[in-house]
């Protein structure tokens, strides 16, 4: 695994909400930016709609990869796709046909990820893999920022890599919650490819600093295995 496919996708869920083009700013070097929609059912918070969705994809200098803790996901991850973001990742708990609307938002012009919870089991979308260009293993309940990575999500990681691997598509494994330099080496050891950190990068020093610093990290795990 080269050194280019490790991503560092920072998450606005810690920036400063009342400066969000100049927060974008402060991280242009990351891959993508992860901007985590909320809706209050799903998860037991709220952030965001397609509104500010659309204005920050007018002025971010880096694509959004958007992650929607929403219910209802068949009716509403299209709107989002709509905005021009790079890509829409819903969760396998919140769609009723995950086939269906995957390729409804590859079919708009997006790339279709999908999330699951700590508690859902990766192996029954392990044989729809060619459907998703990305696998979002969530290392934390979602909902809030600053919550400790869950280490025993690793194995189902793994076993995820392990089964992209195989197939030979090119998915993006991804991991959000709790992603920090003590933890990114282990999520890169067991096949994360992708990681999204929120208050490593935006809580620490300067945002650009940690971006270079967590993607060393991660590439120097990745390339020991």
Known sequence: MGIMSTRINPSILTADFANLEHELGRISSADLVHVDVMDNHFVPNLT?????????QQVSPIPLDVHLMIDDADRWAPGYAETGAFSVTFHAEAASDPV????????????????LKPGTYIEPYLELLPEFDQILIMTVEPGFGGQSFMTDMMPKLRRTADAVAASGLDIWLQVDGGVSLDTIGIAAENGANTFVAGSAV???????????????????????H
Do not use: C, D, K, W
Not at 100 to 115: D, E, F
């Open 48 to 56: 965001f709609g397609p509104t500010m969705v659309n204005r920050l």
């Open 100 to 115: 269906a609307l995957a390729r409804r938002l590859r079919q708009i012009g997006s790339r279709a990820g999908i999330a």
């Open 202 to 224: 935006f809580n620490v020093g300067e945002p650009e600093e940690q971006i270079v610093a967590l993607r060393a990290a991660a590439a120097s795990s990745a390339h020991q």
